[in-house]
């Protein structure tokens, strides 16, 4: 699930977590935490300026791998927060 705010600030997009205990242990869900990040990064040039992204992992990504979260990511980001 993903929610984004646009700002009329001229900086770069900034990105939170919601990872809650829903999706696992503390291992599982820095991990996933970890893997939404990496997506967020290779996926930040496609996102306008300005934009507050926060992104909340649902139970389910503590079992997706990595190339899942991935086009999970950069599916709701085109959709949302394409530049």
Do not use: H, W
Not at 6 to 30: C, H
Not at 49 to 78: F, K, M
């Amino acid at each position: 699930m993903t929610y984004v705010v646009t700002t009329t600030e001229d900086r770069p997009a900034r990105f939170g977590f919601i990872v809650s205990k829903q999706v696992g242990t503390a291992v599982t869900r820095n991990t996933v935490r970890r893997r939404l990040k990496a997506a967020c990064a290779e996926a930040l040039p496609g996102v306008r300026s300005g934009a507050d992204v926060v992104i909340r992992a649902l139970p389910s990504a503590a079992t997706a791998d990595s190339s899942q979260l991935r086009s999970d990511v950069v599916r709701c980001l085109e959709r949302r927060a394409a530049a």
